[in-house]
């Protein structure tokens, strides 16, 4: 609120509205943005306006996957037959990875 003129706004995954509205003269505008399904799936994978529980599940499972790639990894080391192709399909990966994150940086 400042004065006569105010407004609020609500957010969620891939949806937004906003209010604006004059005490004065009684009038008001509503904006609303529905950005679909992809818009509510790009949201939830950023994290963004879905709440604290939201931002925890995300965590959590980042701590997850990195400990289920590190207990592999460690495994990798103690399985013989399969190391040295474990390790080049790793560097392979991860020069792909550096390679498209190369071409998508341009």
């Avoid at 604006?20 to 994978?45: A, C, T, W």
């Avoid at 604290?52 to 965590?59: E, T, Y």
């Amino acid at each position: 609120m400042d004065g006569d003129q105010g407004s609020f706004a609500f957010k969620a995954p891939g949806y937004t509205a906003d209010t604006f509205f004059d005490l004065k003269s009684r009038e008001y505008q509503i904006s609303m943005n529905n950005q679909g399904p992809l818009g509510v799936l790009n949201d939830l994978h950023r994290g963004r306006d879905s709440g604290k529980v939201w931002a925890w599940l995300i965590d959590v499972s980042g701590v997850f996957l990195l400990v289920v790639s590190l207990t592999g990894l460690g495994i990798l080391f103690y399985l013989k037959k399969v190391s040295v192709k474990g390790f080049a399909t790793g560097v392979a990966g991860c020069a792909l990875l550096i390679v498209l994150a190369w071409l998508a940086s341009k």
